[in-house]
Nanobody, 119 residues
Framework: QVQLVESGGGLVQTGDSLRLSCVAS????????MGWGRQAPGKAREFVAG????????WYLDSVKGRFTISRDNAKNSVYLQIDSLKPEDTAVYYC????????????WGQGTQVTVSS
């Protein structure tokens, strides 16, 4: 079993910054990718950022490029999401995700952390 625990969400104002953290534990062998998705009220979950575990290559949803930065700490089995210039439309539950080598997609998801941006 893999456990993912997110932290760092909260209530912030437009223009503020947040850093979300996620720690993976359990059977975390052969991590290939980690990433972040979000789900806003009444909307489907969307994937916003990912990072390859070995070499740190990153990718982002077009709409968040320039404001979101994903990073990792392999030694701590952790991934982070720095969100700058927060907007009300960033309000969502943010989920951490993990893909292992024997998987074709992100199979493991955390419970999420709420980010609320007030205007």
């Amino acid at each position: 079993q893999v456990q993912l625990v997110e932290s760092g969400g909260g209530l912030v104002q437009t223009g503020d910054s947040l850093r979300l953290s996620c720690v993976a534990s359990g059977r975390t062998f052969s991590i290939v990718h980690m990433g972040w998705g979000r789900q806003a009220p009444g909307k489907a979950r969307e994937f916003v950022a990912g990072i390859t575990w070995n070499d740190g290559l990153t990718w982002y949803l077009d709409s968040v490029k320039g404001r979101f930065t994903i990073s990792r700490d392999n030694a701590k089995n952790s991934v982070y999401l720095q969100i700058d210039s927060l907007k009300p439309e960033d309000t969502a539950v943010y989920y951490c995700a993990l893909q292992q080598r024997n998987q074709t997609k992100f199979e493991h998801w955390g419970q999420g952390t709420q980010v609320t941006v007030s205007s």
